[in-house]
């Protein structure tokens, strides 16, 4: 049966766990604890099976610990025109002679906070000073897909503002996260305590991202705004559709619709590209779909850039109505409205329910 009789769509995001080996210490993530054999790990021709879609994030653990990675961005600028690597920034040699053979590449550098702070969470010393001065020469060698993100937990909230600033006189992407707990992080404790303090932040962040004059900005508010009602323990403004247009590959093959699966609510691969012949075997499989099912009535509320950024776009009316309503009222100098609402598209009343489980 083929993609439109099934129903099903073809993915247009795909993200490559390439290791699960880390120099970094992080306090917010133990995947480091758990590195991958490297003989096991998926290798570049592997990848060639993977279908042609819209964009290609890298991750890992730490993807510039694959001496290989050149050859596994070859083969993903085979199916996407646009990669982005998601790094901590540690091996900065490695970054730029990847940079210098691929000017198109995407770096993003996870930034927890100013050096101290950043230091400290990350659990290794000079880790802010490796990262700032790879993405400073980065932008001299005039790569422009450059940037840093920042993983919000309980103390570097208010640090975040000040790695806004820095990115705006940078001119670099910024991006947030708050931490989550899943499999993937082997984190389960991750909870923020001082959700007024980080609550007041992101609010503050969301004000400034109003004064730009960029809609990218705004609607990054929007996506602040959801992280909001996530800290606050809300269910998702907008449905999770995970496996509906992105899926995860995970270091051994696996594919999975998102990486904020917990084994105690429940985490099913829909298969394996070691073991596929094609990628459609997996992807419109009866196993495929049963995992979309359970994507349906997922008991947790995840908002991470991976899963939010797709329904964003297909219902795109609701963030475009809060985004000009609080674009009017920035010019105007009122406040904005930052109420959380819950967005009916006809969701499972069970998804994000966790008090059914
Ligand atoms: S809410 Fe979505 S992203 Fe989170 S675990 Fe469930 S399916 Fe995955």
Known sequence: MNNKQNNILAPTDMCIITTYRCPMRCKMCNIWQHPTEKSKEIKAKDLEILPNVKFVNITGGEPFVREDLNEIVDVLFSKSPRVVISTSGWFSDRIIALAKQYPKI????SIEGLSMKNDELRGQQGGFDKGLKTLLELRDMGIKDIGFGITVSNNNSEDMLSLYRLSKNLNMEFATAAFHNSYYFHKYDNCITNKDKVIKDFEELIRLQFKEHSP???FRAFFNNGLINYIEG???????EAGLVNFFVDPYGEVYPCNGLEERYWKESMGNILQASNFSEIWESEQANKVREKVRTCPKNCW?????????KKYIQYPLGWVLKNKMNSLLNRPLCLEKKWYDVGQSPEQGNLKQR
């Open 106 to 109: 995407g770096i993003r550098i």
């Open 216 to 218: 990218k900005a705004w």
């Open 234 to 240: 809300n269910r998702r403004i907008l449905p999770c």
């Open 304 to 312: 991470m850039v991976g899963t939010a950024s797709p329904v964003m």
